[in-house]
């Protein structure tokens, strides 16, 4: 079965830019989730979905930051402009709804902002 | 709200020693305990999970019991390996929280030969 894919793997980008990261859920999962790590601040969540409706979107950092599930196979995360300070690892996850459900992870997607 | 709180690291042991990581949490209601496992350069991953208590999750040789009098799930491993070395989280998912998970912070395990 294939796993929760991101894309892309790295990315390095100048100050400024936008960036774009994409995420396709394990088929069947209907809760999707965006998380971001450094070393600093560690694991956060960022923002979460149910059936595609983002639930809690508390932990997005500012207004540069935004994220979309247009339909149940595909979520975006998308930073605009692009600072320094959002060089993380930033990982995508989903699971079935519900409470007692293992988050399953994708390989995560390695930002560098110059 | 619910937390969770994680032995802190790092951890660093000699291949073949015992291990323990503490873990302890706060939550209300019923939860689903997990312990996830990150190696260098990859995603969380799942070690083991215990739904209610006094239950044992276990895999690839390490153990946790859900104990609801203590709040614990510690995590143990009798023998480690140098394979053994990576970041271990333990987590949380309870029935106020709407499917959203509650990580700790995160213990960093380095194994020597």
């Known amino acids: 079965d294939a796993g929760v894919i991101q894309s892309p793997r790295h990315e390095v980008t100048e100050m400024g830019q936008e960036v774009t990261l994409r995420c396709k859920p394990i088929s069947g999962h209907n809760s999707l989730f965006w998380y971001r790590q450094t070393m600093m601040r560690g694991l956060e969540l960022l923002i979460y979905?149910?059936?595609?409706?983002?639930?809690?979107d508390s932990g997005m950092p500012e207004d540069r930051f935004s994220a979309k599930m247009p339909n149940a196979s595909f979520s975006t995360l998308k930073i605009q402009p692009s600072e320094p300070r959002d060089s993380a690892v930033y990982f995508c996850?989903?699971?079935?709804?519900?409470?007692?459900?293992?988050?399953?992870f994708g390989e995560g997607s390695w930002l560098t902002v110059v | 709200g619910d937390s969770v709180t994680q032995m802190e690291g790092p951890v660093t042991l000699s291949e073949e020693a015992f291990l323990t990581i503490n873990c302890t949490y706060t939550a209300t209601g019923y939860p689903s305990l997990f312990w996830y496992v990150q190696y260098p350069g990859e995603g969380l991953q799942l070690l083991l999970k215990a739904t209610k208590a006094d239950d044992k999750g276990s895999n690839k040789g390490f153990e946790a019991t859900y104990r609801k009098e203590t709040t614990s799930f510690h995590l143990e491993k009798g023998s480690v390996q140098v394979s053994d070395s990576a970041v271990y989280f333990c987590?949380?998912?309870?029935?106020?929280?709407?499917?959203?998970?509650?990580f700790g912070d995160g213990t960093t395990l380095t194994v020597k030969p």
């Open positions: 996850a989903s699971s079935l709804a519900g409470y007692g459900n293992t988050i399953y």
């Open positions: 979905f149910n059936n595609n409706v983002p639930i809690d």
């Open positions: 987590a949380l998912s309870g029935p106020t929280n709407a499917g959203k998970s509650t």
